[in-house]
Nanobody
Framework: QVQLVESGGGLVQAGGSLRLSCAASGRTFSRSAMGWFRQAPGKAREFVAAKAWTSGSTSYSDSVKGRFTISRDNAKNTVYLQMNSLKPEDTAVYYC???????????????WGQGTQVTVSS
């Protein structure tokens, strides 16, 4: 199992940038698909970005495509989310996620971090 701890959230003005980090521990990190989800107040948790382990391919939600970039450093057991051109609607708690199966990231068998708050002011 993978244990995940997020950091890097905070308050930023619209148009600004933040980089979230997710430090992972556990022997299966390097074989896990990694991703980011977010949950705004009163809304369901939604997918943001994911990076497969086997192919290295990435995917993004339409709402963040072109603004956010997911990357990982297996040597540091860390996955990042670079967020640029932030908008007030990006305000949410951001969660790091890991799953050995890319197709089930976010559902059965997913390990979750505790979340980090991102607030974008207008």
């Amino acid at each position: 199992q993978v244990q995940l701890v997020e950091s890097g959230g905070g308050l930023v003005q619209a148009g600004g940038s933040l980089r979230l980090s997710c430090a992972a521990s556990g022997r299966t990190f390097s074989r896990s698909a990694m991703g980011w989800f977010r949950q705004a107040p009163g809304k369901a948790r939604e997918f943001v970005a994911a990076k497969a382990w086997t192919s290295g391919s990435t995917s993004y939600s339409d709402s963040v495509k072109g603004r956010f970039t997911i990357s990982r450093d297996n040597a540091k057991n860390t996955v990042y989310l670079q967020m640029n051109s932030l908008k007030p609607e990006d305000t949410a708690v951001y969660y790091c996620a890991a799953n050995l199966v890319y197709g089930t990231l976010g559902s059965a068998g997913t390990a979750w971090g505790q979340g980090t708050q991102v607030t974008v002011s207008s």
